[in-house]
Nanobody
Framework: QVRLVESGGGLVQPGGSLRLSCAAS????????MGWFRQGPGKEREFVAG???????YNADSVKGRFTISRDNAKNTVYLQMNSLKPEDTAVYYC??????????????????WGQGTQVTVSS
């Protein structure tokens, strides 16, 4: 059974940091492209960052220089380090997995598996 379980969300002040984790099971993690998406109140779910099976990364313009995606294939886990957080980063953050055919996958419709999401709130 495929599972993606996010953790690490919470309430943080503007300018603060959080590290999200996503633990995967039930599929060959090392063969999959892993993405982080987010969905703010009243907004569409949007791509945040992705990492290929070869650890090539791609970030949305809105988070470049602030967020870093990484993966640990030995632990079947993908991470999202979020620094310099802004109120507009407030959203439910989801991790997702897509079998990697050596591309970058920015559309949510391309992904095979999804986690349940973790809430990130940036507020003073």
């Amino acid at each position: 059974q495929v599972r993606l379980v996010e953790s690490g969300g919470g309430l943080v002040q503007p300018g603060g940091s959080l590290r999200l984790s996503c633990a995967a099971s039930g599929f060959t993690f090392s063969s999959y492209y892993m993405g982080w998406f987010r969905q703010g109140p009243g907004k569409e779910r949007e791509f945040v960052a992705g990492i290929s099976r070869s650890a090539y990364t791609y970030n949305a313009d809105s988070v470049k220089g602030r967020f870093t995606i990484s993966r640990d294939n030995a632990k079947n886990t993908v991470y999202l380090q979020m620094n310099s957080l802004k109120p507009e980063d407030t959203a439910v953050y989801y991790c997702a997995a897509k079998f990697d055919n050596y591309g970058h996958y920015l559309s949510r419709y391309e992904y095979d598996y999804w986690g349940q999401g973790t809430q990130v709130t940036v507020s003073s």
